[in-house]
Structures are given as structure tokens and as C-alpha cells.
């Protein structure tokens, strides 16, 4: 296992930017965890995630995750490649400060416009009133085969 603080080593960027979906976990006030998958984009430093417009069983802007990150903005965000062949597993854990940037802000558009570059989904749902979350990077942990010829069948 490595770890790593500052910048994100190139070789978990890679990785990174060849998973689809990354697992966001974030905790209540009280410690009680939560975690969903998650679709992200990166940009220096910072992961972001898109609050979006599929169905949800209340307001997007009262999701559980937001709601967690504005009483305990502590969070980790994981990525990981499965196989069966377990001598070709591997996983990166960015742990870091989550922020909720409210629509309206230059980060904003620019963090919805890279997620709507990353994810053609996104080019068809009306985003520009939903707020971002935006993880600020201190660390990231890795561990097993990071690399696409490593995973390579």
C-alpha cells in the first residue's frame, strides 16, 4: 500500500481517470457513515461531483451527501478495479474536504462543464441550478496493479 500527501501521484491519475465510477463516502455530525457511487471528473487537485437530475425521493439539494459534507466536510472517495483474477485488483482512496459550490460560481460552470465533457449523459439533463461537490485533495492511499497493462487482459 502507498500513500502519498500534495499532489496526486501521475500513476493513480491514470487509474483514476479510467475508472467510470467512483464510490463517494461522507459522514453525519455523529459519525454515521454513508457511501454511493458516485461520477466524478478531476482537475488538479480536485475531484468533482455532480449533484444531477435523475430521479431522487426528494430535492437534490436535500440529499443525504450534501447534507453530510455541510455538518462534516470530511470525506474519501475510492476507486477500484475488480477482477477475478485477484492478482490484478487495485484501488486509489483520495481522503480530502468536500465543499458544495452553490450554481452561479466560475468553478461551478467550470467543474459542470468538465463533467458534462466525461459524461455524455450529462449533456442532456438541465444541471446549471444544482450545486457541484468539490473535494479539495490532502492524500491518497493506492494499493495493488495501477496500471492499464497491468489490467489488460
Known sequence: MTGTA????????????GRRVAHLATADAAGVPQ??????????ATAYIAIDAKPKRGPATGLKRLRNIAANP????????????????GWVMLRGRAEILPPGSAEHAAAQAALKARYTQYAAMALGDLPVIAIRIAAARSWGRLTDEEQAA
Open 35 to 44: 457511501v454511493v457511487p458516485v461520477c466524478f471528473a478531476l482537475s488538479g
Open 6 to 17: 500534495g499532489p496526486l501521484p501521475p500513476q493513480a491519475r491514470r487509474f483514476i481517470e
Open 74 to 89: 470530511a470525506v474519501a472517495l475510492v476507486f477500484d478495479h475488480y477482477e477475478e483474477d485477484w492478482t490484478r485488483l
